[in-house]
Nanobody, 124 residues
Framework: QVQLVESGGGLVQAGGSLRLSCAAS????????MGWFRQAPGKEREFIAGVSWSGDSTRYADSVKGRFTISRDNAKNTMYLQMNSLKPEDTAVYYC?????????????????WGQGTQVTVSS
């Protein structure tokens, strides 16, 4: 089992940047594919970025491709999401997720563990 805690959310103007972090407990962080999801008010939770357990494979939703970058540091049990060129439509609660297995597809299709979420608000 892994426990996840997000941080780094906040209020930013359109065009600005934020960096989210997801700290994981346990000594088996490198056994999990990791991902970021978000949920805007009145909308379903959606996948936005994922990374394989080794960090060598990533996937992005079209809505964030070219603006967001996912990465992980297995030595620090931490995953990151660098968000640039933020838009008001990026406003949402951002969640990190984990799934046991090497492939990024595992966390996209069957995320098993979730953090509590961090709010990101982008003003126009």
């Amino acid at each position: 089992q892994v426990q996840l805690v997000e941080s780094g959310g906040g209020l930013v103007q359109a065009g600005g940047s934020l960096r989210l972090s997801c700290a994981a407990s346990g000594r088996t962080f490198s056994s999990y594919a990791m991902g970021w999801f978000r949920q805007a008010p009145g909308k379903e939770r959606e996948f936005i970025a994922g990374v394989s357990w080794s960090g060598d494979s990533t996937r992005y939703a079209d809505s964030v491709k070219g603006r967001f970058t996912i990465s992980r540091d297995n030595a620090k049990n931490t995953m990151y999401l660098q968000m640039n060129s933020l838009k008001p439509e990026d406003t949402a609660v951002y969640y990190c997720a984990a799934a046991l297995g090497p492939s990024v597809m595992v966390v996209i299709t069957t995320p098993r563990y979730w953090g509590q979420g961090t709010q990101v608000t982008v003003s126009s």
